[in-house]
């Protein structure tokens, strides 16, 4: 059973920066995506940014340029940096992982931004 364990969130001022790691029990290569969704009070859960195993990358507009997708092979751990952050940028973000047709999530870190 794949285990997926989010960290890193906080509560943190506009214009703060965080890391967002996410350690997969097993090798993330064999995952075909991984990505990071955040869920907002009263919102939908919506994709943040998303990594491919051949390293393709996608972030949603409302980010870009903000927040940066990555990840380590050796350490199995995909990350989320997350820089000038904003109050709207406030949830809880969620890992999740594909292989084939089967979905993976984490149980989340809290994101707070607010002065």
């Known amino acids: 059973q794949v285990q997926l364990v989010e960290s890193g969130g906080g509560l943190v001022q506009p214009g703060g920066s965080l890391r967002l790691s996410c350690a997969a029990s097993?090798?993330?290569?064999?995952?075909?995506?991984m990505g990071w969704y955040r869920q907002a009070p009263g919102k939908q859960r919506e994709l943040v940014a998303s990594?491919?195993?051949?390293?393709?990358?996608n972030c949603a507009e409302s980010v870009r340029g903000r927040f940066t997708i990555s990840r380590d092979n050796a350490k199995n751990t995909v990350y989320l940096q997350q820089n000038t952050l904003k109050p709207e940028d406030t949830g809880i973000y969620y890992c999740?992982?594909?292989?084939?047709?089967?979905?993976?999530w984490g149980q989340g870190t809290q994101v707070t931004v607010s002065s």
């Open positions: 999740r992982a594909i292989m084939g047709v089967v979905s993976y």
């Open positions: 097993g090798n993330i290569l064999s995952f075909d995506f």
């Open positions: 990594i491919t195993s051949g390293g393709g990358i």
